[in-house]
């Protein structure tokens, strides 16, 4: 477990520097003297190595010891770690990276603590595995996943929300269901702001301008409920 962050090598010929190649004559004075060149004064030599983060191992060995108390897994992975070596230091740093240890019950959810204060479900967290607050096991997070998996199931439940109360038809005319009445809504920018909305005068919504319109930056400038016709051509209920 010790190697599980480990030092990289040293940089060698490779990884140095662009250096300018040494001269293939000697360089004479005009009485063809070797002209004496001061020698460069030589700066403190670059250090070369640095923690290199290999956490699969890590990452191996919890998925391993699942359902195991986790007392006992931490005792295992603590057992060959020096708490004065800096390096092996970062393996326990990195444990709550992959595992909620604080965690407790509440109205039969197991939550944890954030880390910037509060806490959430176990499900909804950021960690692979959590310690179970009753049976003090080591368990995987079934609902667990990675941050760019949550964005996206996010932009596409935003954009499934508003395809139920939005239509865009061009630039200047959006149609929009308030109160589930279709209305016809122009817009344009809004300027200095001082101009009224008349979908905000009329208190159609109360959404921010911001997420209500297709785009930042517009205000509604007029507004008229669709016909029957003018639904059942945009195919709207």
């Not at 040494?22 to 063809?32: A, I, L, N, S």
């Not at 964005?151 to 038809?169: K, P």
Request: overall charge positive; glycine content about 6%; charged content about 35%.
């Amino acid at each position: 477990m010790a190697k599980v962050i480990v030092e990289r090598p040293r940089r060698g010929v490779r990884s140095a520097p662009l250096r300018k190649p040494g001269r293939t004559r000697v360089v004479t004075d005009d009485d063809g003297e070797p002209l004496r060149v001061r020698e460069p004064v030589r700066a403190k030599p670059e250090k070369t190595k640095a923690l290199n983060e290999n956490l699969s191992p890590l990452k191996r060995y919890l998925a391993g010891n699942v359902g195991r108390p986790w007392n006992k897994v931490y005792s295992e992975i603590s057992e060959h770690l020096r708490p004065t070596s800096t390096v092996q230091q970062h393996v326990r740093d990195h444990i709550e990276d992959f595992v909620a240890t604080k965690t407790r019950m509440k109205n039969g959810v197991v939550v944890t603590a954030r880390r910037f204060g509060g806490e959430e479900p176990v499900e909804q967290g950021f960690t692979l595995y959590y310690v179970h607050p009753r049976t003090g096991l080591l368990l995987r997070n079934k609902n667990y996943k990675r941050w760019n998996a949550r964005w996206r199931a996010a932009r596409l439940a935003g954009e499934a929300e508003r395809a139920t109360r939005m239509r865009v038809i061009d630039a200047k005319t959006e149609l929009h269901r308030f109160d589930d009445v279709w209305w016809e809504v122009k817009v344009a920018k809004r300027g200095d702001g001082t101009l009224p909305d008349v979908v905000i005068t009329a208190a159609l919504s109360d959404i921010p301008t911001d997420l209500l319109y297709s785009r930042p930056g517009l205000r509604a400038t007029s507004k008229r409920i669709l016909s029957k016709a003018e639904k059942k051509k945009y195919g709207l209920n």
